[in-house]
Each structure stands twice: as structure tokens, then as C-alpha cells.
T-cell receptor
Framework: AQKVTQAQTEISVVEKEDVTLDCVYE???????LFWYKQPPSGELVFLIR??????QNEISGRYSWNFQKSTSSFNFTITASQVVDSAVYFC???????????FGTGTSLTVIP | EAQVTQNPRYLITVTGKKLTVTCSQN?????MSWYRQDPGLGLRQIYY???????DKGDVPEGYKVSRKEKRNFPLILESPSPNQTSLYFC???????????FGQGTRLTVV
């Protein structure tokens, strides 16, 4: 079975703090893709990153970084020096080649307090 | 401008009255899908399409129909809506299933 778990339902941090959003996935496929999407208060869904199962290299993009660890089936997302504009719901998602379906986690609502 | 367009943005309807939510993309994407978003449940895939005339069920297909007669359009049809289909719906498209998805603005549906 394919599944994505985001155990943190809501997180609040004070501006400039670092915050890590957890994502744990389950799949039996050897080829799969992991994604993070952001949903700001305006409601649209914005792509942030995609990793494939063969590439465990961590990635950094500005204040954002992602840690992919197959050994723990995790794909965690860290925001460094958080800003109010980071306040949003963040979704982790899995696409497995078997079935060609997408599986989203339940999302983590992040509030950055000024 | 590359985009996915959903219509309508808001819809209130009565139980049993057939409705269609349209979705159109202008990026020549192969893969299109529909999701519903409910509090505490995240996004759940309803149906997806790998290409024209190829559609398949996602996790929560009951009560919904789709068609993919043209590459750019992927309408979602509720033949007999019920109150448990009250939700926020998103259409998405991507070049392939494993590539970046572009989402429409969402359709907030209320069935009374």
C-alpha cells in the first residue's frame, strides 16, 4: 500500500526561527517520486520540489532545504529563518509508478508569528 | 500564460442535480487528475488520466465520472450529487505523472 504521513497537524513558530516539517512515506515500489507543495492562505497549490527514489542527495533552495532518507522512509522539509510569508499548509506527496496514482499527506499548517 | 482553468470557482447545488466542473490546461500535458480536499484529510485523488481516452480511478472515485476526449480538457461530472460531496475540488495537470503538477484555482462545491 502507498501512504504518506504528516504527523504534525499544526506548527507555530516565531519569525526567524527554523522549522522542520516531517514527512514519512510507505511504498513497495523501487521507483517513486516525492513532492512538497505549499498552499498559502489564498488557496492555490504551489509546487516546491520533487525527488526521485534514486536520488537521496539533499537539496537546498534559499531558505528551504529537504532531507531525503530512504533508510527511514522520510522526506523532511526545513525552513530556515522563517518569515511570515511562509505561513501556509504544506503537503508532502508520493507518486509511485505502480498504479500511477498520487498520494498526499494530510498536510501541516504552519503559522509564523511576527 | 501556462495555466489550469477550473470553472466554476464556487457552486451551491441541491442533492441529485447533475453538475459538471470543467478543467482545461494549455500546456499540452499528458497527465491530468482531480482531487478533493477536506479538513483533516488532505488531498485525495478522485480520478486521473494518463492521456486522451485513458482514465482511471484514484482513491475516492465513488459518485464521480470523468472523461478525456481532448488532451486539454478533463471535466468532472457528478451525476447525482450528495451532501458528502461538499468539498473543495482541484484539477491538476503535469507533463507526466511524476513531474511537477500545476493546479487550478479550486472549486468550492456545496451540496444541500
Amino acid at each position: 500500500a502507498q501512504k504518506v504521513t504528516q504527523a504534525q497537524t499544526e506548527i507555530s513558530v516565531v519569525e526567524k526561527e527554523d522549522v522542520t516539517l516531517d514527512c514519512v512515506y510507505e511504498t513497495r515500489d523501487t521507483t517513486y517520486y516525492l513532492f512538497w507543495y505549499k498552499q498559502p492562505p489564498s488557496g492555490e497549490l504551489v509546487f516546491l520540489i520533487r525527488r526521485n527514489s534514486f536520488d537521496e542527495q539533499n537539496e537546498i533552495s534559499g531558505r528551504y532545504s529537504w532531507n531525503f532518507q530512504k533508510s527511514t522512509s522520510s522526506f523532511n522539509f526545513t525552513i530556515t529563518a522563517s518569515q511570515v510569508v511562509d505561513s501556509a499548509v504544506y503537503f508532502c506527496a508520493l507518486y509511485a509508478n505502480t498504479g500511477n496514482q498520487f498520494y498526499f499527506g494530510t498536510g501541516t499548517s504552519l503559522t509564523v508569528i511576527p | 500564460e501556462a495555466q489550469v482553468t477550473q470553472n466554476p470557482r464556487y457552486l451551491i447545488t441541491v442533492t441529485g442535480k447533475k453538475l459538471t466542473v470543467t478543467c482545461s490546461q494549455n500546456m499540452n500535458h499528458e497527465y491530468m487528475s482531480w482531487y478533493r480536499q477536506d479538513p483533516g484529510l488532505g488531498l485525495r485523488q478522485i480520478y486521473y488520466s494518463m492521456n486522451v481516452e485513458v482514465t482511471d480511478k484514484g482513491d475516492v472515485p465513488e459518485g464521480y465520472k470523468v472523461s478525456r476526449k481532448e488532451k486539454r480538457n478533463f471535466p468532472l461530472i457528478l451525476e447525482s450529487p450528495s451532501p458528502n460531496q461538499t468539498s473543495l475540488y482541484f484539477c491538476a495537470s503535469s507533463l507526466q505523472g511524476w513531474t511537477e503538477a500545476f493546479f487550478g484555482q479550486g472549486t468550492r462545491l456545496t451540496v444541500v
